[in-house]
T-cell receptor, first 115, second 112 residues
């Protein structure tokens, strides 16, 4: 299995508070992704990174920001959490971009509840 | 609109029976196609992928999928289901950028 660690695995917080989720990889893969998973929607891409300090928006980026200061770490921040951001968040990595023959490998997820 | 559709939200099959999970996509060009499986509390695991060539692809755990261009489909099959196959299955499309679009998933229940 790909070496991907997400932290925390579970978090409960209140509306309006900032939240940061961390994804750490040991595979030295260039690409890293953040998805959210909600019932009836499958996984939807929030942001991705194609290198250190290189990031771009995905399908559902509003309300989220990301940072990548090292190859191995990709942080997702909710500046002011809202109840609509209650979800399960997955990090994924790949050697090359999503259209290539390198499919993404996933972490075990972070369950975030915003009350 | 561009989309990935998995028409069946939930399927129940008996152990030992055959399985087919449906996936349709509506992107213009032939995309890169994937099937993933997710066990409860875990991330997604790649079962198989299709990029080009032979339209019948083999994957792990005895799964296979067939790409049918005329039907814009990429259905997942298994001849004999095991109880350990109970999970949620996602079809995904890799677009011509750094994006991957997922279907909503099909939950598989296996009856003893």
């Amino acid at each position: 299995d790909a070496g991907i660690t997400q932290s925390p695995r579970h978090k409960v917080t209140e509306t309006g508070t900032p939240v940061t989720l961390r994804c750490h990889q040991t595979e030295n893969h260039r690409y890293m992704y953040w998805y959210r998973q909600d019932p009836g929607h499958g996984l939807r891409l929030i942001h991705y990174s194609y290198g250190v300090k290189d990031t771009d928006k995905g399908e559902v980026s509003d309300g989220y920001s990301v940072s990548r200061s090292k190859t191995e770490d990709f942080l997702l921040t909710l500046e002011s959490a809202t109840s609509s951001q209650t979800s399960v968040y997955f990090c994924a990595i790949s050697e090359t971009g999503g259209s290539s023959n390198q499919p993404q490998h996933f972490g075990d997820g972070t369950r975030l509840s915003i009350l | 609109a561009q989309s990935v559709t998995q028409p069946d939200i939930h399927i129940t099959v008996s152990e030992g029976a055959s399985l087919e999970l449906r996936c349709n996509y509506s992107y213009g060009a032939t995309p890169y196609l994937f099937w993933y499986v997710q066990s409860p509390g875990q991330g997604l695991q790649l079962l198989l992928k299709y990029f080009s060539g032979d339209t019948l692809v083999q994957g792990i755990k005895g799964f296979e999928a067939e790409f049918k261009r005329s039907q814009s489909s990429f259905n997942l099959r298994k001849p004999s289901v095991h109880w350990s196959d109970a999970a949620e299955y996602f079809c995904a499309v890799g677009l011509n950028n750094n994006d991957m679009r997922f279907g909503a998933g099909t939950r598989l229940t296996v009856k003893p």
